[in-house]
């Protein structure tokens, strides 16, 4: 997905985007990984929160959480929001 500034300073293109979810294929692709990696394989287990076979912005946003601060006790506050 490509996604420049200006698209994003548009809120009806925010909130597009806000709605995207990624299939496990997807979020390899992100990370440029293979999709059976376990990197990806344990990573998107732990990402798909409610186990949809889908990451959604939110989820997707919370595990870059628990990436950036290291904690999982952030990491569940941020679900409980």
Known sequence: MDTDADELSDPSEATKLVHVTLSK????????LKPDSM???QMFAVADANDDGRVTFREFLDIMVLFTNGS????????EV
């Open 25 to 32: 294929e997807e979020f390899a692709q992100y990370f440029q």
């Open 39 to 41: 990197f990806v394989e």
């Open 72 to 79: 999982l006790s952030v990491w569940k506050m941020t679900l």
